[in-house]
Each structure stands twice: as structure tokens, then as C-alpha cells.
């Protein structure tokens, strides 16, 4: 009995869906979509049950994993992980410490090209492999608190996204160092 799938509740997947795990399971073996690629999965699911791309999307995934087919981490781009820290300072300061060439360089060396930025809130980045992109994304916790979000994505393979999440999980505790350096 699959109770979480994907992070989702079958009881919550019900109550969007109208089924639950199981019976999703149950309905896309009977068609052996487990021999199909993602793209005809959620099309199936999407043109037979929901009409909603979100939830169809959702729906292929958990049967993907439940199946075997998909892994934690994993998209149809490659994998994607993630790592945050709050840190003791505005918005602001934590920015620059991105934003800042010089500053950046003390808790992050590795080259990289910011392609969009909006000040105080976000960076997308082409990283220095010129294969992945980092999204970072800047978030107030109250006066004098904030907190930085990266994201990694179109990581090839399992192995290297555990790798890539114990470096930003490294870096991001040297950033939160550096940071009470300078205040």
C-alpha cells in the first residue's frame, strides 16, 4: 500500500485527484504506461483523468518513482538538488555576498556566469561546467534575518548531485562564517 509517493500523501493525491496512489498505480499498469517515457505518461494521465497539467505532472512522477523508474532528485532534465542556509543579517548584505565579486570569492571560489539577477531577491547562474544552472533565491525572516536558497540543476547523473549538495551544504556554511566575520 503506497501511502507517500513523491512527497505526497495518498490521501491528499485523493482529494486532488480523486484517487489514491494505489489505484493510479493499478490504473496506468493496466495500460503498461511503467514501458513508456514520462512524456506519454503524464499525456495519458493528463488527456484521460485531469485536465490539470500540475496534477498530471504530479501523478507521473509518483508512479515513475513508485515504480522504479525515477529516482529522488531526479527530473526529466537530469537531477536537481538544493541547500539553504539562514544567516544573522538583512537581505541586503546576504545578496552582496553573492552579488560582490571580491566577497564572494572568500566563502565561494569556483567561477561561474550570473545570467539574471533581481537585486535582493534572485540570481540564475550558468555554472562553471557551462552544463549546469544554479538558481538562487534571497528570502527575509524578519529584521535582520535572511536566508539563501540554491538550487542545482541538469546535474547528469545520482552521484554527481549527492556530490554537488555536500559542496553547496559546505559552502553555505563557510558563507554563514564569513558573513559573522563582517558583522
Known sequence: MAEIVNGMFSESVKKATGKTWDEWIVILDKEMLFQKPHKEIAKFVNDNYLKSGWWSQMVTVGYEKAKG?????????????????????????????????????????????????T????????????????????YSKGEGKSQVAVGHEKIPTQ????????????????????????I
Open 69 to 117: 523508474l525515477r529516482i529522488d532528485s531526479q527530473n526529466s532534465g537530469g537531477f536537481q538538488v538544493g541547500a539553504s542556509k539562514t544567516v544573522p543579517v538583512p537581505i541586503n548584505i546576504l545578496y552582496s555576498f553573492w552579488e560582490d565579486g571580491k566577497k564572494r570569492k572568500q566563502w565561494l571560489s569556483e567561477k561561474f556566469t550570473i545570467t539574471k539577477a
Open 119 to 138: 537585486k535582493d531577491k534572485s540570481m540564475r547562474i550558468k555554472w562553471s561546467d557551462g552544463k549546469t544552472r544554479v538558481d538562487v533565491g534571497f
Open 159 to 182: 552521484k554527481q548531485a549527492k556530490e554537488i549538495q555536500a559542496f553547496w551544504r559546505e559552502k553555505l556554511v563557510k558563507l554563514l562564517k564569513q558573513v559573522q566575520n563582517e
